[in-house]
């Protein structure tokens, strides 16, 4: 791998090499840190993770060829060598930091409450019509799956596209120094992680500090229909562009048509004055927004409007995020990947463009703090309202969910279930014909095995 060798590596993250000093000047082929994916050659970062002791594999990184690993344990006199460092976890980011320095290529660092994964997937669709892109795999966006994901690019691309998601205050320091992005999107700033930012400001504190570690002469791009992030002025001399649906944007769109579940058409305007009628095949008023962020990107970087329409309508979907699904008996809204209150109230928006019954089977959001109970309740008066069907909260959370349904006075249908298996012992009476299924619910409900039980109705 470019620059790391043994003996850059051992600087980078001010370890002491134990070992024979001729192999200093070898390059590792690879940098992992899961030993299962060692392979001859390779550098093992041993990290300790919440239930295990990552050193303990370290003889079965040897066996398989690792050329050399790093602990924060001392291993005494070994037969291999290895670098000692105070923390492995923080030797990863500063090992990832020098190899990032070691390529000429654009980085687009993407952060937000809501939305950084399918903005990720938006913005990737339209730079790819023009630059080789490298962009985040799956969520691997935290201070483990960033450098991860940097150690995925090589010298064939022009374009990396990073995601980077924190839930503590300094967590976006450690990520945003070591992606130095060229391009700061930032996508909103929602209510997601208030049990540990405790208020929106504290949130937009937080994300903002991206933009400390932009490169000389980068460019800050912010959803301006934000009421946080449109207040930003210029910062480190830079000053922001903004996108979004109001007509004060640079990047707008109007002439917004829901298609239903195919999506929706409208207009986006540049801020040349040029603009195209397009059609983002996801539904949602988000996912126009998600163009909007991808157009200010790709206008960036130089693409024509015709690259950049049809980035937008080749994006492909992902399973978890807006993913449609189509069976023989329903249409499933497959949004199960992550919730929070704002996320919500935006997959029920879209659940409510289908024609037909509407089904929302809603779990528990994770760390929305001491206001989990009532935020859970606004999300279900917010699905009564919109005139949603039914309503399935699973979840000992969800059940404020139902409640909210409930209050609501409406003819919204509300049912609680404690666990998932009490929903799909219930399934096939609740669940019809015809039915447009919303599956949603924060990650650690594992809601895709509900996803997995419906197409199999």
């Known amino acids: 791998m470019k620059n790391l060798t043994l003996e850059n590596i051992t600087k980078a993250c ?15 082929k690879g940098v992992v840190i899961d030993s299962r994916k060692v392979k001859p050659g ?46 492995t976890g923080q030797a990863l980011l500063d090992i990832a930091k020098l190899y990032r320095d070691s390529f000429d290529i654009k980085v687009v660092g993407i952060t937000g409450s809501v ?17 080789n892109v490298h962009k985040t795999l799956g969520n691997f966006n935290n201070e483990w799956g960033l450098p991860i994901t940097i150690f995925e690019m090589n010298e064939e691309h022009q374009v990396a596209i990073l995601e980077m998601g924190v839930n503590h205050f300094g967590e976006m320091r450690r990520l945003s120094s070591v992606s130095s992005p060229d391009i ?19 949130i937009y504190q937080e994300k903002t500090q991206m933009i400390q570690d932009m490169k000389d002469g980068g460019t800050i791009i912010l959803n301006g229909d934000d009421d946080l992030l449109s ?26 048509e829901p ?21 983002v095949p996801l539904p949602g008023i988000h996912m126009v927004s998600n163009a909007l962020a991808g157009t200010a990107v790709g206008y960036t970087l130089g693409l024509t409007p015709d690259e950049i329409k049809a980035g937008i309508e080749g994006l492909p979907s992902i399973p978890g995020r807006n993913n449609i699904i189509k069976t023989a008996r329903l249409i499933i809204l497959d949004d199960c990947y992550n919730a929070n209150p704002i996320s919500m109230k935006a997959s029920i928006d879209v659940l409510n463009m289908a024609i037909g019954r509407k089904v ?3 779990g528990n959001m994770g760390e929305l703090g001491n206001n989990e109970q009532e935020l859970h309740r606004e999300v279900g008066k917010y699905a009564a309202e919109q005139g949603i069907d039914l309503v399935c909260g699973i979840g000992g959370l969800a059940k404020d969910l139902i409640a909210g349904v409930t209050e609501s006075n409406s003819s919204t249908q509300g049912l609680w279930f404690e666990t998932k298996a009490d929903f799909l012992a219930a399934a096939d009476d609740i669940i019809q014909d015809g039915d447009n299924v919303l ?19």
């Open 184 to 202: 700061c999107v930032i996508t909103n700033i929602g209510v997601a992680h208030l049990e540990f930012f405790k208020t929106r400001e504290g």
């Open 115 to 131: 939305g950084k994964t399918s903005t990720k997937e938006m913005i990737a669709s339209v730079v790819s019509q023009k630059y």
């Open 439 to 457: 599956v949603k619910a924060s990650h650690g409900m594992e809601f895709p095995e509900i996803v997995d039980a419906l197409k199999n109705m």
């Open 42 to 87: 390779y550098l093992f970062v041993a990290i300790d993770g919440a239930r295990f002791n990552a050193h303990k594999f370290i003889p079965d990184t040897i066996e398989k060829g690792a050329l050399c690993v790093v602990s924060h344990e001392d291993l005494g006199e070994t037969d291999y060598p290895y670098i000692l460092v105070e923390s």
């Open 360 to 362: 929302a089977i809603l």
């Open 231 to 256: 207040k930003t002025g210029p910062i480190k001399g830079v000053t922001p562009i903004f996108f979004g649906l109001d007509d004060n944007n640079q990047f707008r769109a109007d002439r917004i």
């Open 259 to 279: 298609l239903g579940l195919r999506g929706t058409a409208c207009t986006i305007h540049l801020p040349d004055g040029a603009s195209f009628d397009c059609v």
């Open 14 to 28: 001010n370890g002491t090499y134990r070992g024979n000093d001729s192999l200093l000047g070898q390059e590792v």
